[in-house]
Structures are given as C-alpha cells and as structure tokens.
C-alpha cells in the first residue's frame, strides 16, 4: 500500500471525527484508489474535506474522482492550447469572424468539423 494513499485515508478520517475505521475499511480504500492517479485521490481528498459536512461513502468519493479526472484533464488541455504555435487557443481563423477547431489541440473537434458534423460549444 502507497504511502500516500495510508496517510490520505487518515487524513480523511480525521477530518470527520464521527467516522471511523471499520475492519478493512482502509484496505478495500486503499486499494480502490491504487487503481487512479495520486493527484486525483489526493485533490479528490482535500476538497471533499473543505466542503463536505460528512464523511462520504467509498462510491461517492470515487464518484468525487471522475469530476477531479475531468478537472485535471480541462486544465492540462487548456495548458497545451496556450502553448500551441499553430492557433490561438484552440481555434484557426479562417476568414474574418469565421474560426474552426485546430487539429492539433482540439483533433475531436476537428474531425467533426472536417466531416460538417460540429457545433462550436458556447462558454
């Protein structure tokens, strides 16, 4: 078991004095989260502590890690469209006003647009 993980568990714990640690609560945790990165457990972790009134279940943390998952993914792909040399953020002008998704930072985008098949999403 990562260290990491050990002392995320008992952090999590003692943030919430009312819960405790069952039997092999701590394995069966431990070893759901080994299958994710430590950043998303980790982060998952922190969050649920500042705004949860109570400790959650295990299916509802893990359900935490798919929305840190989405987040850490965003916030990576917002990072390689700022530093693409080949568009501004994310888009190629292709006459005035009239822009399409760039097929290196956005290839799903692209290829839908390629096919006449996109709808630009609205922020």
């Known amino acids: 078991m990562s260290k990491v993980l050990d002392d995320t ?50 299916d509802e943390f893990m359900e935490e890690t798919k929305k840190e998952t989405h987040r850490q993914n965003r916030a990576a792909l917002l990072e390689q469209m700022d530093a693409c040399p080949e568009c501004d953020h994310g888009y190629i002008e292709t006459k005035e006003n009239t822009f399409k998704p760039c097929h290196s930072c956005l290839p799903d985008s692209y290829e839908r647009w390629a096919v006449g098949d996109y709808e630009p999403t609205r922020t």
Do not use: H
């Open 9 to 58: 568990f008992s952090k999590l714990l003692d943030a919430y004095p009312d819960s405790y640690d069952a039997g092999n609560m701590r394995e069966l945790w431990t070893q759901t989260w080994e299958k994710e990165p430590l950043s998303v457990i980790v982060r998952t972790a922190d969050r649920l502590m500042k705004t949860w009134q109570r400790c959650p279940s295990l």
